[in-house]
């Protein structure tokens, strides 16, 4: 397949270019005036339409004037296997509830652990391949999933079955986290070692030998996991081969940063409260901050320092974390809006964090998140836009037009 007259083809960084750091994120190189050559499923060639080959021009077409080519949106932390939506929640919320209050008062994650644990495997997929599908057509090509809302052995080994259903049944990259340590089911509530040994001895192993997951998550946070249970948890999934991505510092500094860079953890994510500590522990580690506006736009807390994440050389994804509780919606393109209006980074900033950098989240960067010679052409065709920066600065507005995975145009 041949792509003409793109107006702008973004992203185009070197293809040993995994991670994007600091200050290099506001580069954001973008060729005008292109063509681009698909084959298979592959990024064969690009350049510019005046310098076109003749044998190219002979392809089937696609004309795109006034139109910019993005790589697919990497998003590198969601929760979508959930059975049930909680907007019973939003009510209390919007009266002044905070996340907390609301999960004291029987909602939050063990709500929606009773729910899913009453779902079936073939509802759970049912529900969590509709909201994929929406998540695609919105120009997301690759994407994380966590398990967490199971609690038991049982329903976090139904849930991470669903995710690999998804993995096998959509054509975009699937990885899966191993998030039991979401929080202390009620019955464990007074006895912390107990449910620390049942992720430890009854779940791992069964994960592993089925291969379940690819990473390990902890909530470490007040009234969740404490630094010291973290440590446990990431350290016996190391045992297992799970590396860590954790969920650090959302409502508090927590010490879940330090303690996922001690453990090597490929991602430590939200980070909404964070302090010069926090920031000095990333600094000589390769763990990714993953930020999550939406999150902080729905719960009305903090948004991350990203300006002073970013200023301190570190390298820095966005992902949704779509999810029944703190973020029900998983729009890559709101993600990047926000993150410029809120955060207050550059469009091009915002774009490499939301797709080289959301791809490095998920170590698969050498294949996904940038368009380069060679890597998987997942590809999103926007709408005509003016500029690059179009994109964030119209939001909400739909503006991705024609869906590209593995070479193909991906209708659902
Ligand atoms: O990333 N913070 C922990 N987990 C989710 C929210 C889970 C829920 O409320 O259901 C998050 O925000
Ligand atoms: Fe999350």
């Not at 509709?130 to 057509?137: A, K, P, S």
């Amino acid at each position: 397949m041949l792509i003409v007259n793109i107006k702008g083809l973004v992203g185009l960084h070197p293809k040993d270019k995994l991670v994007i750091r600091g200050n290099e994120m506001a580069s954001l190189p973008v060729l005008e005036n292109a063509w681009l050559l698909i084959e298979n499923d592959l990024i064969k060639d690009f350049g510019r339409m005046d310098e076109m080959p003749p044998a190219v021009s002979s392809l089937p077409t696609i004309d795109v004037q006034e139109k910019y080519v993005f790589p697919s949106w990497c998003d590198s932390h969601t929760h979508i296997v959930f059975a049930a939506s909680r907007e019973e929640e939003f009510a209390m919320k919007i009266e002044g509830k905070s996340y907390e209050e609301i999960a004291a008062a029987g909602g939050g994650i063990l709500n929606s652990a009773r729910k899913l644990q009453q779902a079936t495997e073939d509802e759970l997929f049912k529900r969590a391949s509709n909201r994929l599908q929406q998540m695609i057509m919105m120009g997301t090509g690759a994407i994380e999933i966590k398990s967490g809302y199971g609690l038991t052995v049982e329903s976090e080994l139904k849930m991470l079955r669903v995710i690999r259903r998804l993995k096998q049944q959509f054509p975009i990259p699937v990885k899966a986290t191993f998030l039991a340590a979401h929080a202390y089911p009620a019955e464990y509530k007074e006895n912390h070692q107990g449910y620390i040994d049942l992720i430890i001895n009854e779940m791992l192993p069964q994960i592993a030998a089925g291969k379940l997951a690819d990473y390990i998550d902890v909530f470490c946070e007040k009234g969740f996991f404490s630094v010291e249970e973290t440590d446990l948890i990431l350290q016996a999934g190391a045992k297992y081969g799970l590396k860590p991505k954790i969920h650090a510092n959302q409502l508090s500094v927590s010490g879940g940063v330090e303690v996922g860079v001690k453990n090597d953890a490929v991602s430590v994510d939200h980070l909404e409260e964070t302090d010069e500590n926090v920031i000095n522990s990333l600094k000589n580690s390769d763990t990714i901050v993953t930020l999550l506006p939406s999150c902080s736009f729905y719960l009305g807390i903090p948004f991350a320092n990203a300006k002073g994440l970013i200023a301190a050389d570190l390298p820095v994804a966005l992902a949704t974390d779509y999810n029944p509780g703190s973020t029900p919606s998983g729009n890559m393109n709101f993600v990047v809006s926000l993150a410029c209006i809120k955060m207050k980074i550059l469009p091009e900033q915002a774009i490499n964090a939301a797709t080289i950098n959301g791809a490095a989240a998920m170590e698969i960067s050498e294949d996904f998140g940038s368009i380069a010679i060679g890597k998987k052409a997942n590809l999103f065709i926007t709408k005509p836009m003016s500029s690059v920066a179009y994109l964030p600065y119209s939001f909400g507005q739909p503006q991705i037009e024609t869906v590209i995975l593995n070479g193909k145009i991906y209708n659902g």
